[in-house]
């Protein structure tokens, strides 16, 4: 293929400026308004990839978001973008891309020698290959994987910016073709809000590479020029270019992604625009003016580079004034070929076509055709030198032979370009992202949408099989009439003038015939970008897969980053062909957003970093800090995770710090815990619900413990429960838990229960919680708080009090995460930092002990307590947990969770139950995830029992100690069991789950 600038009247470049660009380590020139593989055509670039399958050599085949092969990975170092399609690249100065396939070069690819045995390695050839022997899996998979995927993601952060924006709209038009133009000015006139959308730079579609369509006696350009600045006068028209709707939800919900800087070169940027914008479009009315695209026939070697589409050449040629080939081949089915054949011919090309149509001839003496006949195969090593004709039966899909008398013996065509057209597939992939699916129309020859389109979408033009310019303009009209009338506009429309061509029917034809058996010619593909042929879609019919979205998968037609634009109605008629079915009766495979691919930055917008995920910090963030605290996130929240000393690793700052919680007196910011006030008359009645144990009877000043279960009786929270005056408690949660608790109290009460007179409130930011642990706790804070009777006979343990610590109001509670003598000081946020000092300088006497969340885990572990997520993962039920104390089945109203609990499977003696595991070597700290089994070996006789949960080093027993969920465990006590995890197995006596203070003297003291 030797492509050619020429001098073409209406092409968008600038020959008058050029653009210096690299690809593939060379270096080039092109203009501005070209697109990367229009500058790549323009310079006789020929093979721009390599295949997947085969690492056969590929050239550019669509123009547009279609296009398979030519995928690049553009830029480098952090701004590099992988995958992205050559023709859809706006050109800029400096620009720097190579090809994602070919290794180690695109010229020599490693990967083609596989193409030598491609005859062997059909569809399903992995999955019947590589599974044995087992033991080579390993290496099997290296290489599969290394052979797999095309571009690379970027391993630095994105230094651009995106950003989302939201409409709503009464009319949103989805493409800027013909009947896109017209429809938006359409609705424009009718005083609507309309916004308008296109993918490409500017608006017309494929007006711009049809110089000879005329409406109201305009040609394209005027045409479109005329529009656009009808719609600019209206201020309640927006128009959006380079922006493309990638998916459709429900209630007209519209998602685009504007390329809104894409095509400037980086350095030029501006930094107050987003590199992209990803718009969320509600429309009252949605118009899909999407059109189609031209599918290309399939026939032999039709992958070699120089193979195209028809429609691609000519929009290269009218577009950007390149003419793809010197001698030129066209093969098709309708009168598409004869428009590409004239502007070619034109521009200097000697065009032969061969037209399957019998009774085809040439619209002028510009070019020669040859009806009936049909591509055999494309010629030619690593590009295109020429091709096989056959003669083609005047009816059915066979070449012609003796008995029909037509002696016509393959033909032998010199070219360097093969252009072919099997028709039009309109663009029906929005449409159907709600589950729909198209119709087969056997005269359009394509699956199209109903005219009619469904409530509040209305389908225009191509896309409903109005490939005619008239009638898909006459069609837009009526269509809009609809529109406009859900808005109480009944006017009358006009439909612009647009005069008929004289045309001759379509033959419809898909998989060229060659004379010989399937798979017995050269090959030929389907699915180019993943070495599909249509022998091996007949494989897959061969081997039982019928269903077409079956037939998708064994072969993986259509799994490509262009989704099968060209390729899927190709597919489905080989695959209807051989199930001798009908393409309606095969249908289609299912349309999922999102119609091209999209960047994850777009998809994020703002919500990156601290913007997605916030960092949220304690009113002691501040005191952590200057104390050296190690901080880790625990939820949203920068906790202290221990608080080392000088020449203190992890284990040691932990140890230390859990001597002095269990011998002295230590502190810990417990702030985090999630707050819900819940007030009202029924708010007892609320908690008797949605916890597992009763509330009816708790007084005012007392605490409880309480179990939160899902529907399915399983435990998803847990907290301490405060009654502050009759009608008004005070609920805490786990800290990762909060937002999810609130949201379940809230949408059982909202949803099941509105009749109870309750309000939930979230007050975890409202209040600073520091936990005083240790036995000489209750003297710290005797110095601190005068007004309160700290004594253990009237201040008992589950017990609240009022009052004031360090001279400011504050609750303070008597539970305990630790097992031991606790408070927790609850003051206002605002007043945490002061109250930590004062607590700080009241026990420093006593060498009080600031600690952090890993004491935290290795004390509640020591005394048997879980965390909810931790030693629970949504199937462990109270039962298991050996907690049946807190579930009151004996409760007037069932709360949540309590049918479940009742099933016999709930309650198997032998589900996973939490007990303690002492490791037989006391230094050892079994792996958290470590897998429970009752041998040292592994295999099939040797089941896994369980998982180790939790797993520390305990200071205070002087050894390691582990919590863990095992079959049967509490029958299980006192036997050895082994911990496996990375490839060791370690021995551990199974115990109670409690392994300080059983009897709880500690903490009632």
């Known amino acids: 293929m030797s492509g050619t600038r020429v001098r073409q009247a209406g092409a968008r470049i600038d020959t008058t400026r050029q653009i210096r660009f690299c690809f593939d380590g060379r270096n080039y020139t092109g203009h501005p308004g070209d697109t990367l593989a229009s500058a790549l055509l323009a310079q006789g670039v020929r093979c721009v990839a390599r295949s997947f399958k085969y690492g056969r050599p590929r050239g550019i085949v669509g123009a547009g978001a279609e296009e398979p092969n030519a995928l690049v990975q553009l830029g480098v170092g952090a701004l590099t973008t992988p995958n992205l399609k050559a023709t859809q690249v706006e050109l800029y100065e400096g620009l720097s891309a190579r090809p994602t396939s070919g290794w180690p070069s695109l010229e020599c690819d490693v990967k083609s020698l596989l193409g030598l045995s491609a005859r062997f390695m059909p569809a399903g050839f992995y999955g019947k290959t590589f599974k044995w022997p087992r033991r080579l899996w390993p290496l099997y998979e290296a290489l599969i994987r290394k052979c797999a995927g095309f571009g690379a993601a970027p391993d630095m952060p994105d230094p651009e910016c995106y950003d989302h924006l939201h409409h709503h709209v009464d009319v949103l038009v989805v493409g800027a073709g013909a009947c896109g133009l017209l429809a938006a000015l359409q609705a424009g006139r009718a005083g609507l809000k309309t916004l308008l959308l296109d993918e490409q730079s500017e608006p ?22 005329s529009v656009q600045a009808a719609l600019s006068g209206m201020p309640h028209v927006d128009m959006l270019t380079r922006s493309t709707a990638f998916g459709m939800h429900a209630q007209n919900l519209v998602h685009a992604v504007e390329l809104v800087q894409d095509h400037i070169a980086p350095a030029g940027r501006l930094v107050h625009l987003p590199r992209q914008r990803l718009h969320k479009i509600r429309a009252r009315q949605v118009v899909l003016a999407t059109g189609a695209i031209e599918r290309p026939l399939v026939f032999g070697n039709n992958d070699l580079p120089g193979v195209m589409t028809v429609s691609a050449a000519q929009t290269f040629l009218q577009r950007y004034g390149v003419r793809v080939g010197q001698r030129v081949l066209i093969c098709g089915t309708s009168d598409l070929i004869h428009d590409g054949a004239e502007a070619l011919a034109q521009a200097g090309a000697r065009v032969t076509v061969a037209d399957v149509r019998h009774g085809a001839c040439a619209r002028n003496g510009s070019y020669q055709v040859l009806a ?17 004709l056959v003669a083609l039966h005047a009816t059915r ?8 008398h037509v002696a016509c013996p393959a033909t032998h065509v010199a070219c360097d370009v093969v252009l072919s057209s099997g028709g039009l597939s309109p663009t029906v992939h929005l449409f159907c992202h709600d589950g729909s ?33 008239p009638a898909a303009l006459a069609q837009t009209t009526e ?13 009358p429309l006009q439909t612009p003038d647009c005069p008929a061509r004289q045309q001759l029917a379509m033959r419809p034809m898909f998989r060229m015939p060659d004379g010989r058996p399937e798979g017995a010619g050269a090959v030929a593909f389907v699915d180019y970008q993943n070495d599909v042929s249509a022998a091996d879609i007949e494989i897959a019919v061969r081997e039982n897969y019928h269903a077409i979205e079956h037939v998708k998968r064994y072969t993986a037609l259509g799994f490509g980053t262009d989704q099968g634009k060209l390729s899927n109605v190709n597919g489905i008629a080989i695959t209807a062909r051989a199930l001798k079915r009908s393409m309606g009766e095969v249908g289609t495979t299912t349309y999922r957003p999102a119609y091209t691919p999209v960047s994850l930055g777009a998809l994020a917008g703002t919500m990156v970093q601290d913007c997605f995920d916030p960092s949220r910090y304690t009113a002691l963030h501040a005191a952590h800090v200057a104390r050296g605290a190690a901080l880790e996130p625990v939820g949203q929240w920068l906790r202290p995770w221990y608080f080392p000393r000088a020449g203190e690793d992890l284990r040691a700052a932990v140890g230390r710090e859990c001597l002095a919680a269990r011998n002295g007196v230590a502190l ?29 009877q708790l007084a005012v000043g007392k605490c409880r413990y309480g179990l939160m279960l899902d529907e399915n009786g399983m435990v998803m929270d847990d907290g301490v429960t405060a009654c502050i005056t009759p009608n008004q408690f005070y609920m805490t949660t786990t800290t990762g838990g909060a937002a999810r608790v609130l949201n379940w109290l809230e949408r059982w009460h909202q949803s099941e229960w509105p009749e109870l007179r309750v309000w939930l409130t979230s007050v975890t930011d409202h209040w600073s919680t520091i936990a005083l642990v240790g036995p000489k706790a209750r003297a710290v804070l005797a110095r601190l708080c005068p007004d309160i009777d700290l004594s253990a006979e009237n201040f008992r343990f589950m017990d609240w009090r009022a009052g004031t610590v360090h001279g400011l109001p504050a609750r303070v509670f008597r539970v305990s995460f630790s097992g031991e003598l606790a408070y927790e000081l609850n003051v206002e946020s605002g007043y945490g930092h002061a109250l930590w000092e004062a607590v700080i300088a009241a026990g420093a006497d006593f060498d009080i002990t600031p600690y952090g969340t890993e004491t935290m885990h290795v004390l509640r572990a020591e005394k048997g307590f879980i965390i909810v997520g931790q030693d629970t993962d949504g199937s462990v039920s109270p039962l298991d947990l050996g907690m049946g104390w807190a579930v009151g089945m004996k409760k007037a109203f069932s709360f949540l969770g309590k049918r479940s609990l009742a099933r016999s499977d709930t309650a198997r003696a032998d589900r996973k139950q939490l007990v303690g595991l002492l490791p037989e070597d006391p230094s050892v700290v079994l792996s958290e995830g470590a897998q429970i089994m009752e041998s040292a070996h592994v295999g099939a006789h040797n089941p896994m029992l369980g998982h180790v949960t939790s797993s520390y080093h305990s200071a205070f027993l002087g050894r390691s100690i582990a919590l863990a969920v095992v079959a049967g465990g509490s ?25 300080v203070d059983a009897q709880g003297e500690r903490q009632n003291a």
Request: charged fraction near 20%; aromatic fraction near 8%; proline fraction near 3%.
């Open 437 to 469: 699916h198209p119709a087969w129309d056997e005269t359009a020859a394509a699956f199209v949408l109903p005219r009619a389109g469904r409530q509040g979408v209305a389908c225009v033009g191509a896309v409903t099989g109005a490939f005619d310019l």
């Open 372 to 388: 009936g006949h049909g591509i055999a195969e494309a010629c030619g090593g690593r590009e295109v030198t020429g091709a096989r």
């Open 668 to 696: 810990m910011d417990a702030s985090t815990l999630g707050k819900i006030q819940i007030d009202g008359p029924d708010a007892r009645e609320f908690l008797n619900r949605v916890y597992a144990n009763a509330w009816t």
């Open 971 to 995: 029958q299980r006590v006192h036997q050895t069991l082994y911990a496996h995890a990375q490839g060791r197995a370690t021995a551990a006596r199974v115990a109670g789950s409690v392994f």
């Open 204 to 225: 017309g579609g494929w007006l711009l590479s049809d110089p000879a369509a005329r409406i109201d006696g305009r040609d394209g350009d005027a045409y479109i020029r």
């Open 397 to 404: 899909d066979e070449v012609a032979g003796p008995a029909t």
């Open 479 to 491: 269509a809009m009439q609809g529109v406009l009338a859900a808005f109480g506009r009944t006017a």
